[in-house]
Each structure stands twice: as C-alpha cells, then as structure tokens.
C-alpha cells in the first residue's frame, strides 16, 4: 500500500521560510516523479512544484519560481520543498503526490498523480 505523509506546515510571518516534507513508503520511490500541489480556502488545488525521478529535472509554478525548491532523497524515500520568502497568498494546505508514470518527466495536471498524502497546513501571516 502506497502512503505519502507530509510534515513541516506551521504558521509563520511572511517572509519566513518553511521547509515540507514527505516520506513515501509502499513503492519503489525512485521510480517516479513527485510533486507538490497546495489548495487554498475557496480555491481549486493547483501545481506548485515536481521533480523527476532522478531529481535532475524540477518545475515550479510561475508563482513560486525563486522562491521555492523542491528536491529529493531516492534513498531515504524523501521528497522536500524548501520555502522561502513566504508571502500571504502561499497560505494553503499542501499535499505530496506520486506520479502515476514511471520514468516519465513530471507532469503539472493532478489527473497525473494516482497517490497523494493527507496534506499539511502552511499560513503565512502578515
């Protein structure tokens, strides 16, 4: 059984940094890409980040590119995003997910995750 479990969301001031983390378990990890999508109160879930399953490829949203990282652990089966300069509008819960192509560069559509994790709450206050 595949789980993804996020930790790391907290409250903070904006411009604070954050790092998120996710420890996957129940597949062999290294084999897919990962990614970090966010949904905010009233919004519609939206693509923030994803890595290749190398972690030589990374693609952000527009609106976190600088300031966000993601990376990766293939052998600590651990996907992260490192979040700095936070900003009010980065307040959402933010969820891990797991591609469902192997080997494939990742995408930015959540039809493309087949596993996601139960999600961390991130608020960023003024």
């Known amino acids: 059984q595949v789980q993804l479990v996020e930790s790391g969301g907290g409250l903070v001031q904006a411009g604070d940094s954050l790092r998120l983390s996710c420890a996957a378990s129940?597949?062999?990890?290294?084999?897919?890409?990962m990614a970090w999508f966010r949904q905010a109160p009233g919004k519609e879930r939206e693509f923030v980040a994803a890595?290749?399953?190398?972690?030589?490829?990374?693609y952000y949203a527009d609106s976190v590119k600088g300031r966000f990282t993601i990376s990766r652990d293939n052998a600590k089966n651990m996907v992260f995003l490192q979040m700095n300069s936070l900003k009010l509008e980065d307040t959402a819960v933010y969820y891990c997910?797991?591609?469902?192509?192997?080997?494939?560069?990742?995408?930015?559509?959540?039809?493309?995750?087949?596993?996601w994790g139960q999600g961390t709450q991130v608020t960023v206050s003024s």
């Open positions: 997910a797991s591609d469902s192509r192997s080997y494939q560069a990742p995408g930015t559509w959540m039809d493309e995750y087949d596993y």
């Open positions: 129940g597949r062999t990890f290294s084999r897919y890409p």
């Open positions: 890595i290749s399953w190398s972690g030589g490829s990374t």
